[in-house]
């Protein structure tokens, strides 16, 4: 799994918001986030974009974890609760597997273990060897 | 629209990401990003949650913009075009709008004027004046 | 549960499709519904309308399961397989619920256990009691 | 046109539920559906479901349109209020397409012109063309 740990060290986006991406494979992966100030919104609470990061980076290692190229076409998230500070966790589960479609579920939750938001999203699978986008 | 101006830039991760939002008013809003190395994914594009981003701090704008304090509860993204770089521009449109519920739809679009994605997304409304969150 | 099962035979739109809804109560329900010529598409495959008619069906029990009026305000679908003949089967889990909010996710199946849809609905929860709307 | 108009009149679900689509061309398409007492819900308007039967009709009649396969695989429904008689509207207009995969946008009104729900939809795009699927 080398290859796949190359792969989440080069998503620099993530690596901007202090996220960590570990267990990527067959499908599957988690990480978590550190809530820092830079995270918080207009409202002094976590940023609805900084859980959906999380949660996407997730999903980008889960569904990128079969060794070719995944692309998301539609994600859909709800948020249930307002966090404040601490760490938020997510787990990707993989749904739905063919040649060219893939359907993630990711469960983003708080430091105590309440669910807070839950995110869907689908990806479309090129043929493209990750080892040739990470060249 | 004082106030507005002080709730946009109360947005700390709008910050951190070098997004720009203006023209907040009546349920509508404008922003762009410009496209930095810290933006990019794992593939070396523009990172699906970096787009989210601004969509969602535009759509942040646009349903605050009535003066009371509005949280998002759902959101769907389709992404249509992967970008390398240049500036991308988001852009709120009111759908709907009573006492406790809002949508919006806000399209991305590129430098060429492309569009890149499309967020639709929905709040719910409290009563509390945006101005007692700014205090 | 009387009252429930008095809601949900009320239910003429799903009725009118050959749905049938049952195990409503504490956020979770179960459904069915028989596969009929006047169920396919175009293509002569399952609708996809029909399959968020028997999910919506079992979402709508799910979330007015607690007593009180739940109305459905966002609502996404995935669509893995096409289905043909036979039964298919929908069940819902309450992911979250507070006073004004509650998002379920309702699996939909085939004859064979396979997996063929996934369904994530948010209503908004009024203070109407459902005996209410049944008068 | 002949082929689009028997590919819509092959959608017996549509038929069933007395839904009408026409003008199905390049990516657009139009419909309606009069209200009738087996769209109703328990609670005595609009089926949500009913809605989305229409918006999808019309979606698989604009995706299709290009006269090669189009299957959904991504909706999100948005709902705005509530309707109890007359006739409900809906047209698509294209967001994207690429050769696999394309993005519509459904806006469904009531006799008034209120929108009262917007649908957002993504198809796979098939090379099998429709007059395959007709035979």
């Given amino acids: 799994m ?14 901007h918001l202090g996220i960590e991406v570990f267990d990527a494979k067959e499908g599957r992966a988690k990480g978590h986030m550190r809530i820092e100030k830079h995270h918080l919104n207009s409202a002094g609470t976590l940023h609805g974009g900084a859980i959906f990061a999380l949660a996407d980076a997730v999903f ?6 079969h060794g070719t190229l995944a692309m998301a076409i539609d994600v859909s998230i709800s948020y249930f609760k307002a966090v404040k500070e601490g760490t938020i966790y997510a787990e990707a589960e993989e749904i739905s597997v063919n040649p060219k479609l893939g359907t993630y579920l990711i469960t983003i939750k708080d430091d105590s273990g ?22």
Wanted: hydrophobic residues 35%; charged residues 25%; proline residues 2%.
């Fill in 60 to 65: 980008s290692a889960a569904s990128n974890s």
């Fill in 114 to 135: 309440n669910t807070i938001a839950l995110f869907k999203g689908t990806v479309y699978r090129k043929s493209t060897p990750l080892e040739e986008i990470l060249k």
């Fill in 2 to 15: 080398e290859q796949m740990e190359n792969f989440i060290s080069n998503d620099r986006f993530a690596k």
